[in-house]
């Protein structure tokens, strides 16, 4: 990574090799490619040259320092060009800013990336459209909200989630952590209700087009292939697409957004959701074939011009026929839907590296002290919290909420040995339109909470 750069905000973001070398500089081999200053590149280095910062200090002290060092320039490049970043840049800015301040434990990072985090949150719908199907918790590519955000190859959405997911953990004290927290909640019960969509398989749903959002009749006719939601919005199962064919880049990102989310919320339901999609890859597909070289059932050749066929490989994915919505996956072993890509690799293993923690629900505590939080509807825009707590011994109450104010959010209560006790919170919505958040924690301890959403 570090010898793609040139020190200067420039570095090498792309390059295509299509033969082998020779080895010798001034032969027809040779490849030339133009470096580029871009901020979403210079972010991303500087996020993992961070990581390696920290992770390499005791094994390669020297690589460490060098890499924090890089690190620390990139940072700098790539905050000089964000310009009102919209969401895919704030959160590659926001996972480099943070990354930083755990290595670093300069509290300037901390503030740049909690700035960054109001961009993201500001870019997601939270409100309910007046569609068939109620969904919502989707992102805009900006805080201007005029286009929405959707990928066809390459995709990013993991990243809002995880800038997100990790300042909730590095950051539990901050005035906007119920902010940050309700945000991944409301986007990954988007893809959980866009999966019912998909039935019987539940992949998870390309996502949200709007038909005028482009004049070119190849994009407006397979925009509308898909479900109509209502109001010229459209739900895609596959992405709109022209040259490159194939959704494995974007369901695996959305997946690692999914397990993410599942491990911050504590669910095993978000949980199974994402293991559905590894085994829509492995075989629980429409043509009961694994798309995973060497693995599971049926696997095929995929396209390899230089390297082979290489046992644990993805290719871009199952694509669709022309402009309609529905799997279409060839014999053929052609580029570019068969044909084997780094990314929908490196979104399997972010999945596997996030997925076991999300498995097992948020932890009680070693001291007995059992609780569990419900809602109940109490009159129009008016909601009753009930934690139900047994235990024993002075404890301390405490509820945060998104879109929902709450009188006296610390309740401090002595529970008698054996009895149950019920605590009370009553709650206004806030914005009728939007769903509402709220955990409940006993201690101060964030870590042994429980959560409700709401419409």
Request: a negative charge.
């Amino acid at each position: 990574l570090h010898k793609t750069r040139f020190g200067d905000g420039y570095r090498v973001t792309w390059a295509t090799m299509d033969f082998w070398t020779d080895g010798i500089i001034g032969t027809p081999d040779d490849v030339t490619v133009l470096a580029q200053n871009a901020p979403f590149e210079n972010a991303l280095a500087a996020a993992a040259s961070a990581l390696a910062g920290r992770v390499l200090r005791q094994s390669d002290p020297l690589l460490a320092a060098y890499s924090l060092r890089v690190a620390e320039e990139d940072w700098r490049f790539a905050r000089e060009k964000f310009r009102n970043p919209g969401v895919e840049l704030a959160a590659a800015g926001a996972q480099a800013a943070l990354e930083l301040f755990k290595t670093t434990g300069n509290a300037d990072y901390a503030t740049n990336a909690v700035e960054l985090a109001a961009r993201i949150a500001a870019s997601q719908e939270r409100s309910r459209p007046n569609w068939t199907s109620a969904l919502t918790g989707f992102f805009y590519t900006s805080p201007a909200r005029t286009r929405l955000l959707h990928y066809f190859h390459r995709s990013h959405e993991q990243a809002p989630l995880r800038a997100l997911a990790d300042l909730c953990a590095a950051l539990p004290q901050h005035p906007d952590w119920m902010q940050w927290y309700s945000t991944v909640a409301l986007y990954s019960e988007y893809l959980r209700a866009a999966a019912r969509l998909t039935g019987p398989y539940a992949m998870l749903a390309a996502g949200i087009y709007r038909l005028g959002e482009s004049d070119d009749p190849n994009y407006r006719n397979q925009v509308q292939q898909g479900i109509p939601l209502g109001e010229d919005y459209y739900l895609r199962r596959f992405p709109v697409w022209s040259d490159f064919r194939g959704n494995l880049g974007v369901l695996l990102s959305q997946t690692d957004a999914l397990a993410l989310a599942a491990a911050l919320r504590g669910s095993s339901e978000l949980a199974n959701l994402a293991q559905t999609q590894l085994e829509w890859t492995l075989g629980r597909n429409p043509f009961v074939q694994s798309l995973m070289y060497g693995v599971g059932h049926n696997y095929g050749p995929q396209y390899t011009a230089m390297s082979g066929n290489m046992v644990g490989s993805l290719p871009v994915g199952i694509q669709t026929r022309g402009a309609e919505d529905q799997p279409y996956w060839p014999a053929s072993a052609c580029y570019n839907y068969a044909e084997t890509w780094v990314h929908p690799s490196g979104r399997w293993l972010a999945i596997l590296a996030d997925l076991p923690g999300a498995v097992v629900p948020v932890t009680r505590r070693a001291d007995a002290l059992e609780f569990e939080l419900s809602q109940a509807r109490t009159g129009p825009g008016q909601v009753q919290l009930t934690l139900t707590v047994q235990g024993q011994g002075m404890h301390q109450f405490s509820l945060r909420a998104a879109n929902l104010a709450v009188e006296n959010p610390v309740r401090a209560i002595r529970l008698p040995a054996g009895e149950r006790v019920a605590i009370n919170w009553l709650g206004t919505v806030i914005r009728p339109a939007e769903p509402w958040v709220a955990v409940a924690y006993p201690d101060d301890d964030l870590a042994n909470r429980q959560e409700v959403m709401g419409e």
